[in-house]
């Protein structure tokens, strides 16, 4: 799974938890989301799956219920799969924050800094995850970086990625793809 390390929203300095969250935001909606990834047809999705996207956000051990991802994961890749027109997008990932009952709230744990949560009280983990995904995705829609979302350039790879260059150049989700592209114009070129 491809990690993005880059900076988003124009002229704001994100917050590492943010970045972290639109990180995995967009992996979920790859691994419930793209028909193929790397050069293979998608694996179904699993827990191990969903505990690896957690993990890109936070530490902790989260109880998965896989079909509760399953419908908000699809819809998130199916928004951001239609940038560049981001009024669609905008339309699929406002249903996502109504469902979800996405509800801005400061929390803290005892002797830690106070923390931005998303998860209106009573939902399920689920819920709360998706809820903070379509957050992130949100804030990324209402950004000029919006252009930054791209669909890899190789064959047979439907995972989305966020552009992390800074002359926004980047065409594949991972180097493994940039290099099975190439390898695969080597050989037609000396075929």
Known sequence: MAVCSCRILVGVEPTEHLQASLTAAIALANVFGAPARHGRPAAPPDDEAIRGVLRLTTNRTVPIELHEYETGARQLYDALSLLPDVDGAVALVNDLLRRTQA???????????????????????????????????????GSHDSERLRRCAASRCDDLFLDSTRNRTQRFCSTACQNRTKVAAHRARTA
Do not use: D, I, K, N
């Open 103 to 141: 509800t801005p709230q400061l929390t803290r744990e005892p002797g830690q800094l106070w923390h931005l949560h998303f998860a209106a009280p009573g939902v399920s983990a689920a819920t709360g995850w998706l809820a903070e995904f379509a957050t992130a995705v949100a804030m990324l829609l």
